[in-house]
Structure formats: C-alpha cells, structure tokens
C-alpha cells in the first residue's frame, strides 16, 4: 500500500529576480485521465531551478498545457488554472471540470502549468511501505515512513511550496510574453492565486477564487469543526424531509455507533474490489469512514447517497460503504502527490497551530486524527521556503469573483467574508445546498464568463444560481423517492 493512503485520506489541501524566460515550444497532445474524456491540446515544458536561489543548480521540468480558444480573435489575456490540493496536478483539475470553462474558451484561451511536484510537473512520490495499511499505523510507525520517504525523494522538498510555485507562474508567464492574464484558483490553489495577485497585481486583470482559504489561515484545526459543521447540515436537511427521516432516523446518532463498532473491531468484507473488480478481503476500519464520510459531504452527488450507505452500514451490510471508500481514496491516492502536499502544509500551516486551536477537537467525528497526523508528518518533514507575507491577508482593488458553497465541509463561506473584506472591487457569491468548488454548477460557468468580459462583479445577476439545490437524498438503490 503506497505511504498515501487511508492515514492520508482525512487531510486532502521566491519570488525574486527573474531571469529573462525562454519561449516555450509547444506540440500537438492528447491529455486523458482514468474513467475522463481525452482532450487535445498544446503541450510543452517550462524549465526551471529547484532551488530559484541556485540558478544553476538542478533543473526541473513543468508541464505547461494550452488550450486554444474557439474564436478565430480571441482576446489578449487567457484564463490561467491553479489547482487544489494541496497536490494536485491542474491537468486532472480541467479534465475533470473542463466543461465549466467552456463558455470563456469561446474567446479565451486556457492555460496551466502542473505545479512543482505535481501530475507531469517533477512529481513528488514516496516508496511503497512495508506497512500493509496504515490506517492501523502508530504515530511513531507514520514518522518512521515519512523519514523513509524523505530520504528515498530525488528532490529537494524545501522547495516545493507556494512561494515558489508563484516565481513559476511568473516565468511563464514571461515565456508566453503575455502582458496580463486572467486567474481561477479552485481551494489551495486560492491561496495560490491570492499570492500571485499580491505579488504581480500589475499583470493581473482578474481573479476568480473558488473554494477559498483565506491567506492568513492555517489550515489543519479547523478541518474537524467545519467537516462536522457540514455533516449535521446534512444530517439536519434529512431529519427535514418525511421520507429520509422515517427510512433514516437518528443518522448522528447511528454514525457515532459505526465509529465506535469500527475502532473496536475493523470489518472484512468478501466482495469484488470496486477498482480491479477481482474477488477480494477488504478491510472497514474508523479511519475508513472517518475519510469517506468527509469526501463524500464534498459534493451533493455524493452527500445524496451519505445517508443510505450509512444506514446499510449500520444494519451489517458494510459492502456498498467499503466500495465508496476505497474508491475515494484511491482516487485520492492516484491524483495527489502527497510529498508536495506535506511541503506545502508543513512550511504554511503546521508551524502556524496554537494551542487554543486545538481545543475541542474530540467532539467531532474526525476527532484530533488529521491535526496528530499533520503534526507528526511535520515534526520530520523539511520546512520550506516562506515568503514573508504570505500568511498576510491579500488587499486588492483588482475585480475579483469569489465562489463559496454553502454546505462547504472545507472552506465554508465564512472564509469567503473573510477574504472581501480586504477587497475593495469584489463580490461573493454563495450556492445554496452546494458543496466545495462551484465552477461546474448550474449558471456558474456562464457567470465566471460574463465576470472576464464585464469586469463588473456587482453587475452579475446570479438569481440562477440562487435557483440551484442539493441532490435529493437516495432513499434505496434506485435513487431518490419521486
């Protein structure tokens, strides 16, 4: 099992002088990611520094993937993506919600770069561990792995963090001689763009942040609260609904009695393996649930089906919630460089934790899991390069669009408030009963679309996205009462 896995699983999220950039040569390419459409391309390689200090020193390459608009005239600043994570690769971002971005394609060509560490980018990975599953690991045994894992890296993991990540936005932006560009940031990859914004406001003409962490924050002790936040809306929108409560009574109650159940005693389940579909044991454990009840509250596609699989789960029939976990989590495990992931939270957040942020942590379902796996991962894994103002609270009066769900389980619209309130050209919008990320919903993409055209946050008429709902509750298999 890859040192990515289940222990991971409930914690998936310099600029200097700059040398004169070389032109990047692009080619024809076909872009597919498993179970997504192929997409044709431009692709090419930005190469740069490890160490931007060391100019001369080792050289990684990033992939760098151009979309061309569908105009024959299209306009002058493209739409750059800056993905989430932290740790995944843009080019799975667009394939994923290439669809969302269709409507500024018309005009507008759309351009990223896998960031350092990342999908094609130098990816950062560790060795398989010898543990068979690490959800059972001690902490002393996670250590141990993460010290393996950092000694086993053919880089450098200091510098694989946002303040370097935003000197290579720049560069390429140099290598494409483009004079301003346009920015969507989807979760870390906000925290991203805020930086770049506050370092290049002059190439900047617009940002949209989707999902978004305030600049300031350190993320890590509030996963707990806000994951939990967001379960008992779920649980509450069901006890609000005759039919999901009668077929799905006590939900808070029946998930407290699976974790227990689980912690005391992982089930085995005999079934076919959701990925390979070969016969397999596969193992239920608390941390299983703990990971796939929090992924799940991610999206209301898959927050309609949280109430049926756990209720199953509680009458004995683990299978259908094994499937979804392991699912999940290698989905997880195949999209997310988790050595860059750890670079990035043990440099920008993990140092930042204070006591008080602590506290109460054991009230929720993933209880202090996430914060003891983050802290002992960072008491062994290099920190990086910080720049001074990162963890400042971005000031702007460049128009900027911000996208918040409402029953966001990781970046609540709280963090949305947060950051307007230094923006003096902005507006945020909030979709109802919708989870983390807004761009593929509803009339967004044709809002982030008249955004770049308009410049005019206050002038968007989002009455359709005020129309939009959650994903009716699946009452059994066969999908959602009538």
């Known amino acids: 099992m890859r040192l990515s896995r289940i222990c991971w699983a409930g914690f998936a999220w310099l600029a200097g002088t700059q040398a004169v950039a070389a032109a990047i040569e692009t080619q024809a390419c076909r872009l597919s990611s498993r179970w997504l459409a192929t997409v044709s391309a431009q692709c090419g390689t930005l190469t740069v520094p490890e160490d931007p200090a060391n100019p001369d020193g080792r050289q990684i390459e990033l992939f760098v993937a151009r979309i061309p608009a569908l105009s024959g005239t299209p306009q002058p600043d493209p739409l750059l993506l800056i993905s989430g994570g932290p740790g995944q690769a843009t080019t799975d971002l667009y394939l994923a919600l290439r669809g969302a971005f269709e ?23 560790c060795p398989t561990a010898d543990v068979q599953d690490l959800d059972t690991a001690t902490l002393d045994e996670l250590a141990a792995l993460v010290t393996d894992c950092v000694t086993a890296l053919n880089a450098d993991p200091r510098f694989y963090t946002t303040s370097v990540a935003v ?48 600049a300031e924050l350190a993320l890590g002790p509030a996963i707990a609260r806000n994951a939990q936040d967001a379960l008992e809306e779920i649980f509450a929108r069901c006890a609000g ?34 990925i390979t579909g070969k016969p ?44 979804q976990a392991y699912m999940m989590i290698d989905e997880l495990d195949r999209t997310i460089s988790f050595p860059m992931h750890n670079s990035v939270v043990c440099t920008e957040d993990v140092p930042f934790y204070r006591d008080a942020d602590l506290l109460g942590l054991e009230e929720t379902y993933l209880g202090n899991t996430i914060i003891d796996a983050l802290t002992t991962v960072c ?29 966001d389980p990781v970046t609540p619209p709280a963090y949305g408030a947060q950051v307007l309130e230094n923006l003096s050209n902005a507006r945020h919008l909030i979709g109802p009963g919708q989870g983390h990320g807004l761009a593929g919903v509803g009339c967004v993409p044709t809002l982030m679309r008249r955004f770049l055209e308009d410049l005019d946050p206050q002038g968007l008429d989002d009455d359709c996205l005020q129309r939009e709902r959650p994903s009716p509750f699946f009452l059994d298999f066969t999908g959602p009462s009538p």
């Open 103 to 125: 409507p500024i394609r018309r005009d507008r060509e759309i351009i990223w770069l896998d960031q350092r560490g990342t999908g094609r980018s130098a990816r950062l990975s």
């Open 167 to 214: 000197g290579d936005l720049e560069q390429l932006r140099l290598s494409l001689q483009l004079a301003e560009w346009n920015i969507y940031g989807i979760s870390y990859g906000t925290r991203v763009a805020q930086h770049y914004l506050r370092r290049y406001p002059e190439h900047t003409r617009a940002v949209i942040l989707d999902g978004i962490v305030p």
């Open 241 to 274: 609904q005759p039919q999901c409560v009668q077929r799905f009574p006590v939900l808070g109650e029946r998930l407290t009695t699976l974790l227990a159940r689980l912690l005391e005693q992982p089930r085995t389940v005999e079934m076919s393996d959701p």
């Open 280 to 323: 397999e044991t596969l193992t239920l454990s608390d941390r299983h649930l703990q990971a796939v009840v929090r992924l799940m509250s991610y999206a209301p596609l898959t927050t309609a089906l949280l109430p049926l699989l756990l209720s199953e789960a509680y009458d004995g029939n683990y299978a259908p919630l094994t499937a």
């Open 379 to 407: 008491s062994v894994w290099p920190a990086g390069v910080l720049d001074s103002d990162l963890k400042a609270p971005l000031i702007s009066d460049r128009p900027v669009l911000l996208l918040s769900g409402a029953a």
